[in-house]
């Protein structure tokens, strides 16, 4: 099956991986280089200014119920097209907002028409290309994911730096839809399948009596994982910067992190491909879990770059995993729907973390009980996912879907 595959292959997981790193980077945890910048001129709360990002993924997860389904139907080019316009258009129409409900409604509709128009379109793309080595090739497009998430927030501090927020935030859009428009225009369905691949994949399929099981299970881990995981997505900028280190350090800081997390994400993805999804899942949270506290005994620059490197390796595995898994748990039929509803909760999951981070920090005056707040969240994360072991079988070669 393997040398069936067409080469083109490998266009797709290049474009989606710039993709997600352009689009995800900056709704995800873009947000994360304007919270101190937006407090000190606007004079917010952090909570407030938190909860910008809180409602773009809210819309983000909502939206991916929607447009999940609507990719599988229209196909992908136009669907992640529509997104990228909206998305960049967001964030011109972002620079003009002066109170802090436009910077909400702006950032609702650019998760639920934009980056939701993307995300899920975009990852089924990357697996449906693929006949044998999925876990790799999601691996290397969460990657791209990771580079933005790392870069994004360097970027948008340079950026403040120089334009102030309104500026960073119309330059953000404009870069957008000058990158992301002629990326979506390479995305093209994959070759159909012939009988005896189709007949392969099917004999793969996990028994459909646990799927429901599977699936509500994988909806609670990916929220409390996501919980964890955002806090420092979201706040590790903020608690540098309140150790009297500059912005930019700061963002060097996420930005090494995230550099480091391209490399886990490859490496988990390949982890997955020999030892299992779940195990592979397992091992990454674990990873994020035992070192995220550990973020609120740092003092110094030069060791938050070593910590971030090695906590940045691990937890890039987490959403690698928890994506391939749910590739190898649901069966093909359901393979797509799986993606939308679970992708949903993570969201809610970054969502709920970015914003705890901020009102936790406003309630105490400091980092302990939001950090602390997210080991809680990664370890009941532990909890759940270790049910799954008796769920459902895992296998090391992931099918795609069809």
């Not at 939701?116 to 693929?130: C, D, E, L, R, T």
């Not at 595995?317 to 992708?343: E, K, Y």
């Not at 980092?367 to 799954?388: D, E, K, Q, R």
Request: one cysteine or more; a positive charge.
């Amino acid at each position: 099956m393997a040398e069936k595959q067409t080469s083109y292959r490998w266009v797709i997981v290049c474009a989606c991986a710039f993709i997600l790193a352009i689009a995800m980077g900056s709704i995800v945890n873009g947000m994360s280089a304007f919270i101190v910048p937006m407090q000190e001129q606007f004079g917010w709360p952090r909570g407030s200014i938190a909860f910008i990002n809180f409602c773009g993924i809210l819309g983000l997860a909502l939206g991916g119920l929607i447009f999940g389904r609507l990719a599988d139907r229209r196909g992908t080019r136009p669907v992640v097209l529509f997104g990228a316009v909206v998305l960049g258009s967001c964030y011109v129409l972002a620079s003009f907002a002066t109170v802090l409900w436009h910077y909400y409604v702006v950032f609702f509709i650019a998760g639920f028409f934009g980056a939701a128009a993307i995300f899920a379109p975009v990852i089924a793309a990357v697996g449906n290309w693929f006949v044998v080595g999925a876990g790799t090739a999601i691996g290397i497009a969460t990657a791209g994911q990771a580079l933005g998430q790392g870069a994004v927030p360097f970027i948008s501090s340079l950026l403040i730096e120089r334009f102030d927020a309104s500026g960073a935030f119309a330059t953000t859009g404009i870069f957008m839809l000058l990158t992301l428009v002629p990326l979506a225009l390479l995305l093209r369905p994959p070759p159909t399948l012939d009988n005896t691949t189709q007949a392969a994949t099917a004999a793969d399929e996990p028994a459909s009596k646990s799927v429901n099981t599977v699936i509500a299970t994988l909806c609670v881990a990916i929220t409390l994982c996501c919980t964890c995981m955002s806090v420092p997505l979201m706040h590790l900028m903020p608690l540098i910067q309140d150790r009297g280190i500059a912005a930019t350090d700061a963002g060097k800081v996420m930005l090494v992190m995230l550099l480091v997390a391209i490399l886990g994400r490859l490496a988990f993805g390949i982890l997955a491909d020999k030892i299992g999804a779940l195990s592979a899942y397992m091992t990454a949270t674990a990873w994020m879990t035992v070192m995220v506290f550990g973020f609120t005994y740092i003092e110094s620059l030069n060791t938050f770059y070593l910590y971030a490197v090695v906590y940045g390796f691990g937890y890039a595995g987490v959403m690698t995993g928890v994506l391939i898994t749910i590739r190898v748990l649901v069966p093909i039929s359901r393979r797509a729907a799986a993606f939308g509803l679970i992708s949903m909760f993570g969201w809610f999951g970054h969502a709920i973390g970015g914003y705890l981070g901020g009102a936790l920090f406003d309630y105490s005056g400091g980092h302990t009980m939001a950090y602390g707040a997210a080991a809680a969240a990664g370890v009941l994360n532990l909890l759940v996912v270790s049910t799954l072991f008796k769920k459902g079988p895992q296998t090391s070669t992931l099918i795609p879907a069809t």
